[in-house]
């Protein structure tokens, strides 16, 4: 008989020779616009599952430090804010309702009701960066830096304000008179005026002497106890190892949720060793999610925009529903860095 | 009948087809169409090919004598880094998917384009500033190998400052992997016309799909490594680094939980193209077709949780050692399969020797010998004399370059009438092959025997004593005449672009769908959906002399006759 | 470097020149084990290779068809075969299933150091070894001094980067990583030197980290471990100097020139005189000259190099990066001394290239065997 038609309709336009409707939002290799809407959503739960992949990266690497120092988070945690960080969590759940109420309105064809919606949204978007906004620059502020700039500069400003404020002035106004309460600060002005350079043992945090990393010791240790190793180590490298004692001692004497006036990590003799790492992964995570969020914004204003042109009907509203997908991520995302930073 | 046939296939063709659809620069920067972008691909590929040809060159140069005759030590390390990262991310992993897959994909599948064309194209662009990253990357030196060990990589006063433009843009090539494997999941998944149901899609189809699910699943740690590691060179945030109570060998565990699936990311498409090579040139059903197409799904599943072996001699725990070990044996046994069924299916076929077809042999007996010698790695106890020496050098390039490679220009060879509509001159094909395959063996298989003796990967210098030099000579001629066969492939290539025989639409006598379209196909590929059949039954086929080509045999009933062809349209 | 072009036209022994075709000659006692399963996976490999191919062969000249015949399809030909498919895939498995039992046997056997091992201590640094004997206080570089017949267990460290130790006829490697220990053993069975390699990149000079495994006799052994472990003892005041430049001098060499070339450190060359007048200048904008005299830091220059050698990291050189590993616990306080006497007297010890004026010639010259400069 005869080949495979191969004629081409290059030239005019397509969709001449389908028997049904070709709308104008169906792109020309589209049966129809069920396929297209089923492929939108494929692709849009594949295009998750490399997102959760990308932040998996960073979870395993929180899991991984935190079984080999947990009481780097238990001290690190101390200086987050629950209270800002419960308030997000809440604006971000709003906001995901609200997009979830914007997909259902579109669905309907209520037009009006997903521009509410979805503009309610945006102000969730907008206020959760205002939080972390916030939340970041008194981080900043207070010389809570990532990585190796956290020992940089000793930190300027006035002494952190505890988180537990409440809790603290209780027991100051129980425990403390006025008067004691002003000496202890006088004594803590002077130690800090006294303090122009970085502490004494910053050069410990010089990146080439401390050279030893905590779980190094654990292969091999069998054979080797510290005093032999004194034989050949260099004193730098056999003090780090030797820090570590007093680094796992400090989460036997805290319990989480303690009140306490908490100094300064630069100043806190108990800060336990490479305290910085909570706030790289802090930083690294938040940061990654925060720059999600925004990208989620920008998504929401472009549909915010299309639905107002009038871009979007019952029959198709396919952006909605995977802006909304990806709405939901971003805030499943946070659920999850919530209680990890925050709360344990 | 056959006069109408052949009307109806050459007319249109000469002046309408997706070459010719629209005309100016501009109709190609912006293209949607999958097959333009697939040209292009596959234009920038054998492009950054070239530029890793050149500095593998130079590397082999570099090893003649003992002390290194061209480089210094540093320039050396730039060779080989710049080599192995342009032929890893450049090179082997877009060129069958994105370039080859793209264009017969779709095809193949009987769909008009991919789902997303615009992300099609933002993948492509993305492949582009990833590459622009990589050769930036240049200027300021990269000299950590394509692994990128930490600490070496985030130590400012070791690795050169190309590292951070260059994992940039390795991280940016992830991204136009990841989002090519998911416009090819979905376009497999929703864009299959009516009749071609799972087992009857071409092998091809089956292992890109595998392939795919391997991108978008293993990618996007490659990527936030990646990211680690610019950010802990920046800023020194103590994820890697030792001094700061970071751990080098998580950088190792994270780096080969995506680089070992790459490798059948490399592989897996080829093994498809090799399953189409073999079937279509032997004249002969696919033998063990579900074998085969399950086969590559199993091997995408255990790629995930073999990453252990690159591993063995870095103190990891022996029991994860013994695990992995395991594993690794495990993948061996689908590839067996193929290997078999290939083997089985030129079981009383009618074998035509030709180019595509003598890649398709050569493919199994490089694979074979890139696969057997993995088992040499695999083997806990042998891989700690043979890690890191030239033996692991010579398996990586028997399975990339003998196996992936091969396939791919296999591939070209067996697809080119379709892409460009012409035909390259076959006995130029198969001299180019002869000389290709020789000189491939005499640069890698010296290499064997070079990394079994001691000689350590990575060296621009070696004991002048140690009785290596001899090797590398051979292998350094080797290179050179492997060079000389490309350079002999691009000429014939290109000679036939503008001088070539018009090529039929099905040349080889192929029943897939894309050899029932014209060469090269018109824009859309299909006017009408097509219908499918068994597309490895080559029985409905016959010779026919006026068009130079395969046609559909008159007394057999057309199963994707429609009406408007019936009405003589 | 001619430290290295010394190693490499030593002769090694039969470490080099001996083995088969596959494999290097075999000086320990897992060597032959591992030999052993090497070739058992040979054999499978050779047999399965020249099957697959063989029918390959067959199978295309047989079926051969012109392609100007333009045959097509023979319908008759099987399409699948569940049976026959089972068997390809059990057999293949049975067989890599012994592969790995033996592999996985014959690994933890590697693993396993006897208790009784003589054991020394490696340090890797970029580009080359130190290794420490703790028995005897001696430490060695480029040339690891082992017992025959005795097992003999490396716990290695990397002051920097990943690195890896490599002796081809032991048939043994690991990794030797920053800031953890990793460690392995061998028990050598022919006395002879073979040759040890740094098989992890590390850098620039990565395949110039090179050293000499020298295996001896347990006599032997001592008696020159006993020797090295006075050699700086025995040497007379005058010497020391030409001692520092002979045998200390090739620990620095890969970051210190003599001809006034910058390395990865300053060059030795006229480093004394700038130390002396307190010129240097370090990164936080510091001179020496701030430090030094009386109530300062370093109340002699002298004290500033000893400062350097021990302790690097406390000032750094501007222009430099504190890439300089400690020699603490490495170098004797008499060591130190030499290389100070050194530094002070290299305008007389080597010309302006760099090159050694005059060969010298200590009493106990016999302990180098040529792996030193
Ligand atoms: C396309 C790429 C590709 C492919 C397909 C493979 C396939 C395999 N590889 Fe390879 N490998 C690499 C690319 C690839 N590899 C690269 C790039 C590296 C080094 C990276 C670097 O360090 O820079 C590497 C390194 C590497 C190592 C680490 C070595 C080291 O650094 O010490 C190991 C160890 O187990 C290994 C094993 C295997 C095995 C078991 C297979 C198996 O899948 C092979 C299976 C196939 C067969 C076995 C042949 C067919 C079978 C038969 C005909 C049946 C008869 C056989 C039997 C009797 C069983 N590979
Ligand atoms: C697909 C991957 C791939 C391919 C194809 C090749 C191809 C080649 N490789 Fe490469 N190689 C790697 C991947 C690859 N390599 C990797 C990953 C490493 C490890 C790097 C590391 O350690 O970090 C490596 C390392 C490596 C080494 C070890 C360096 C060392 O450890 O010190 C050597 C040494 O001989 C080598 C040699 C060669 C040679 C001679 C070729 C030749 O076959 C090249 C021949 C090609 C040409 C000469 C180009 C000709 C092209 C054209 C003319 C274009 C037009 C063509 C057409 C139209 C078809 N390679
Ligand atoms: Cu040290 Cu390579
Ligand atoms: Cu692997």
Redo the contacts between chains.
């Keep these: ?11 005019e336009e ?1 969709g001449h ?1 389908h028997d049904h409707d070709h709308p104008e939002f169906l ?3 589209w ?1 129809n616009p069920v ?1 297209q809407f ?2 939108g959503k ?2 849009m739960w ?2 998750l ?3 959760v ?6 979870f ?2 929180y899991a ?2 935190r079984s080999n ?1 947990p009481e780097i988070f238990k001290y690190g945690s101390q200086f987050l804010d629950t209270t800002w960080g419960a308030i997000n969590t809440g604006v971000l759940l709003i906001s995901s309702m609200t997009m979830a109420m914007a997909v259902t309105f579109a669905a309907r064809g209520n037009n009006r009701a997903v521009i509410v919606t979805l503009i309610l949204t945006l102000f969730g978007a907008a206020g959760f960066m205002a939080i972390k906004y916030v939340e970041y620059n008194h981080k900043f502020h207070e010389g809570f830096y ?4 956290f020992y940089e500069q000793p930190h300027a400003s006035e002494l952190w304000m505890p988180l537990e404020e409440t809790a603290i002035a209780k027991k100051a106004a129980i425990a403390q008179s006025e008067a004691a309460a002003s000496t202890a600060l006088a004594v803590e002005d002077a130690k800090r005026a006294e303090m122009p350079s970085p502490p004494a043992d910053a ?1 410990r945090w ?12 654990t ?2 240790q069998e ?2 106890d510290i005093a032999e190793m004194a ?6 490298v056999l003090g780090n190892i030797i820090d570590q004692t007093g680094e796992l001692q400090y989460a036997e004497h805290h319990t989480p949720g303690e009140p306490v006036h908490l100094a300064h990590p630069l100043q806190d003799p108990e800060r336990p ?2 305290a ?2 909570f706030f ?2 802090y930083f ?1 995570m938040t940061g990654l999610h925060g720059i999600h969020v925004v990208i989620g914004g920008v998504v929401i204003l472009w549909l915010l925009l299309k639905t107002m042109k009038g871009h979007f009907s019952r029959e198709y509203y396919t952006p909605i529903d995977l802006g909304g997908l990806y709405w939901h991520i971003v805030d499943v995302i946070w659920i999850f860095l919530f209680p990890l930073f925050y709360l344990i | 009948m056959t006069t109408m046939n052949t009307r109806s296939l050459e007319q249109p063709t000469l002046e309408d087809n997706y070459l010719t659809y629209t005309r100016g620069i501009m109709s190609w920067v912006l293209t949607l169409d999958h097959k333009r972008i697939g040209v292009m691909y596959l234009v920038s590929v054998l492009g950054a090919f070239l530029l890793g040809g050149v500095f593998a060159l130079l590397v082999r140069t570099q090893l003649l004598v003992p002390d290194g005759l061209i480089m210094d030590q540093d320039q050396y390390n730039q060779a080989f880094t710049l080599h192995g990262g342009i032929m890893v991310f450049l090179v082997i992993i877009p060129s069958i998917p994105a370039a080859l897959g793209n264009f017969v994909m779709p095809i193949m599948l009987g769909a008009k384009d991919v789902a997303f064309p615009r992300l099609n194209l933002m993948s492509y662009y993305l492949w582009v500033i990833g590459a622009l990253c990589m050769v930036y990357a240049m200027v300021g030196g990269l000299d950590t190998g394509w692994t990128f060990y930490t600490p070496y990589s985030i130590d400012e006063s070791s690795a050169m400052s190309g590292v951070i433009p260059a994992v940039t843009g390795a991280f940016i090539l992830g991204f136009s992997s990841i989002f090519t494997g998911m416009n090819f999941i979905v376009t497999i998944h929703r864009l299959r016309p009516d009749g071609m149901t799972w087992f009857r899609m071409p092998l091809f189809l089956w292992s890109i799909y595998a392939t795919a699910v391997i991108q978008v699943l293993a990618t996007p740690v490659l990527g936030i490594t990646l990211a680690l590691l610019a950010v802990e060179r920046a800023f020194g945030i103590g994820i890697f680094d030792p001094a700061l109570g970071g751990d080098p060998v998580l950088y190792q565990h994270f780096f080969w939980f995506y680089s070992h699936p790459a490798v059948y990311i490399m592989v897996l498409p080829a093994m498809g193209i090799v399953s189409e090579l073999i079937a279509v040139h032997s004249h002969r059903h696919i033998f063990g077709y579900s074998f085969i197409a399950w086969s590559s799904v199993a091997i995408a599943i255990f790629s995930f949780i073999v990453w252990g072996h690159h591993m063995f001699t870095s103190g990891q725990s022996q029991l994860m050692n013994v695990i992995f070990s395991f594993i690794t044996f495990s993948v061996a046994i689908p590839s067996a399969v193929k290997v078999f069924n290939w083997l089985a299916t030129m079981y009383k076929g009618a074998i035509s020797w030709n180019t595509p077809m003598l890649y398709g042999m050569g493919f199994i007996v490089l694979f074979l010998i890139g696969g057997l010698t993995g088992l040499y790695l695999g083997t806990l106890a042998v891989d700690i004399h043979l890690h890191d020496t030239y033996f692991v050098v010579a398996h990586f390039h028997y399975t990339m370059m003998g196996s992936a490679l091969i396939g791919f220009i296999g591939g070209l060879h067996h697809w080119w009438p379709k892409i460009t509509g012409k035909m390259y001159n076959e006995n130029a094909g198969r001299f180019a092959f002869v000389l290709f395959f020789i000189g491939y063996n005499m640069t890698f298989f010296t290499q064997f025997m070079l990394g079994s003796h001691g000689m350590p990967r990575r060296y621009g210098t070696y004991p002048a004593d140690a009785g290596f030099q001899t090797y590398h000579i051979i292998s350094t001629i080797g290179a050179y005449i492997m060079a000389i066969a490309f350079f002999t492939m691009a000429g014939y290539f290109l000679a036939s672009v503008f001088g070539g025989r018009r090529a039929a639409s099905n040349p080889w006598g192929g029943r897939s769908l894309e050899w029932q379209c014209t060469s090269p196909p018109p824009h859309d590929n299909f006017s009408e959906q097509p219908a499918v059949g068994d597309c490895y039954d080559f029985s409905v086929l016959r010779w026919d002399d006026a068009t130079n080509g395969y046609v559909w045999r008159e007394d057999i009933e057309h199963p994707g006759m429609t009406h408007s062809e019936a009405s003589g349209e | 470097m001619s430290m290295f072009g010394m190693l490499a036209t030593m002769k090694l022994g039969e470490a080099t020149s001996g083995g088969g075709f596959w494999m290097p000659e075999n000086a320990s006692t897992v060597a032959a084990e591992v030999d052993g399963l090497f070739y058992f996976i040979n054999n499978v490999n050779y047999v399965s290779f020249a099957l697959c191919v063989a029918i390959l062969l067959f199978f295309a000249i047989r079926y051969y068809a012109k392609p100007s015949s333009h045959a097509t399809f023979d319908p008759d030909a099987p399409t699948h075969n569940t049976p026959l498919e089972l068997t390809w895939s059990v057999v293949p498995l049975l067989i890599v299933g012994v592969m790995f039992w033996l592999g996985m046997t014959g690994f933890l056997e590697l693993m396993e150091a006897p208790s009784d091992s003589y054991e020394v201590r490696v340090t890797a640094q970029k580009w080359s070894w130190t290794f420490q004997h703790p028995e005897y206080g001696v430490t060695e570089a480029a040339e690891l001094t082992v017992p025959l017949n005795k097992p003999v267990r490396l716990i290695m460290t990397s002051s920097d980067v990943l690195h890896s130790l490599f002796v081809p006829a032991f048939r043994v490697k690991n990794d030797v990583v920053p800031g953890r220990y990793s460690s392995l053993w061998f028990q050598a069975t022919r006395p002879g030197q073979y040759r040890l390699y740094c098989t992890e990149y590390c850098g620039k000079d990565h395949s110039k980290m090179l050293a000499v495994v020298n295996v001896l006799p347990e006599d032997e052994f001592q008696e020159r471990l006993g020797k090295l472990a006075r050699e700086y003892e025995d040497i007379e005041d005058q010497d020391l100097p030409a001692y520092a430049l002979s045998r200390l001098y090739n620990r620095c060499a890969s970051c210190h020139s003599l001809d006034g070339k910058s390395g990865t450190g300053p060059s030795f060359k006229g480093l004394w005189d700038r130390t002396k007048k307190g010129s240097t200048v370090f990164t936080n904008g510091t001179s020496l000259k701030d430090l030094m005299g009386k109530g300062g830091e370093f109340e002699v220059p002298e004290n500033y190099i000893r400062d350097s050698i021990v302790n690097p990291q406390r000032h750094i050189v501007q222009n430099y990066t504190g890439a300089m590993p400690t020699f603490q616990g490495q170098l004797k306080q008499r060591q130190i001394d030499a290389l100070i006497l050194m530094l002070k007297n290299l305008d007389q010890l080597v010309d302006d290239q760099g090159n050694v004026i005059e060969e010298p010639n200590l009493d106990n010259a016999d302990i180098s065997t040529g792996a030193q400069q």
């Design positions: 008989m005869t080949q495979l038609h191969v004629q081409s309709d290059g030239h397509h020779d792109g020309h290799h049966k396929q089923e492929a494929l692709g594949l295009f599952a490399t997102e992949l990308l932040f998996g990266g960073l395993c690497a991984i430090w120092h990532p990585g190796m700039a050069q010089n990146k080439p002497e401390a050279a030893i990393g905590p779980q190094g010791m292969t091999n054979s080797l034989v050949f180590l260099p004193p730098s060793a490479n910085q790492k790289t992964i690294l």
